[in-house]
T-cell receptor, first 113, second 114 residues
Framework: GENVEQHPSTLSVQEGDSAVIKCTYSDSASNYFPWYKQELGKGPQLIIDIRSNVGEKKDQRIAVTLNKTAKHFSLHITETQPEDSAVYFCAASGGYGNNRLAFGKGNQVVVIP | DTAVSQTPKYLVTQMGNDKSIKCEQN?????MYWYKQDSKKFLKIMFS???????INETVPNRFSPKSPDKAHLNLHINSLELGDSAVYFC?????????????FGPGTRLTVL
């Protein structure tokens, strides 16, 4: 099955700086890569996703890049704010008939005011 | 509000007891899931139902029994609770199970077994 590795496990950044979280996946058939943000005491919420026919996607201060050849994808947060502090999960899932999401272990991002 | 909801939010119980967690989604989705999140935040899928039929059944003790009375509901019953069952349990739903669709998560149920 799919194996998703996520690093670093914790990341501290100064407010206003950028944060980058990297994930690698093992199954070349995976074609959907969502990112979830989990705030304390809440469920994971989708913040951005990318499909394998696209190399980059942006939504305001958040962007995701995908390198299918190298089987890695990254989340970029620019101009970080204290409310960006949370645990971020990357995930991957396969093609037709496989909606099973394989999650990375999560990354604790702390934005220091 | 359209959402995935779970009850209860917190559940504290003694070892050996039987308990249930309920989940409802009003998104009109066909597929629902149960995940377990351990103390290290690792999210692990337990079960998935599509149109009331079980489609994913991970290696989970048979003390855990999911039940889907209809597409909008997926409940989780746990018999003979053990200390190791303490975790946060999340319900999720997605449009269907035939292709990669966004999964929407509920707020979680924190289960503590004493």
């Amino acid at each position: 099955g799919e194996n998703v590795e996520q690093h670093p496990s914790t990341l501290s950044v100064q407010e206003g700086d950028s944060a980058v979280i990297k994930c690698t996946y093992s199954d070349s058939a995976s074609n959907y890569f969502p990112w979830y943000k989990q705030e304390l005491g809440k469920g994971p919420q989708l913040i951005i996703d990318i499909r394998s026919n696209v190399g980059e996607k942006k939504d305001q201060r958040i962007a995701v890049t995908l390198n299918k050849t190298a089987k890695h994808f990254s989340l970029h947060i620019t101009e970080t704010q204290p409310e960006d502090s949370a645990v971020y999960f990357c995930a991957a899932s396969g093609g037709y008939g496989n909606n099973r999401l394989a999650f990375g272990k999560g990354n604790q991002v702390v934005v220091i005011p | 509000d359209t959402a995935v909801s779970q009850t209860p939010k917190y559940l504290v119980t003694q070892m050996g007891n039987d308990k249930s967690i309920k989940c409802e989604q009003n998104l009109g989705h066909d597929t629902m899931y149960w995940y377990k999140q351990d103390s290290k935040k690792f999210l692990k899928i337990m079960f998935s139902y599509n149109n009331k039929e079980l489609i994913i059944n991970e290696t989970v003790p048979n003390r855990f029994s999911p039940k889907s009375p209809d597409k909008a509901h997926l409940n989780l019953h746990i018999n003979s609770l053990e200390l190791g069952d303490s975790a946060v349990y999340f319900c999720a739903s997605s449009q269907d199970a035939t292709s990669a669709h966004t999964q929407y998560f509920g707020p979680g149920t924190r289960l503590t077994v004493l």
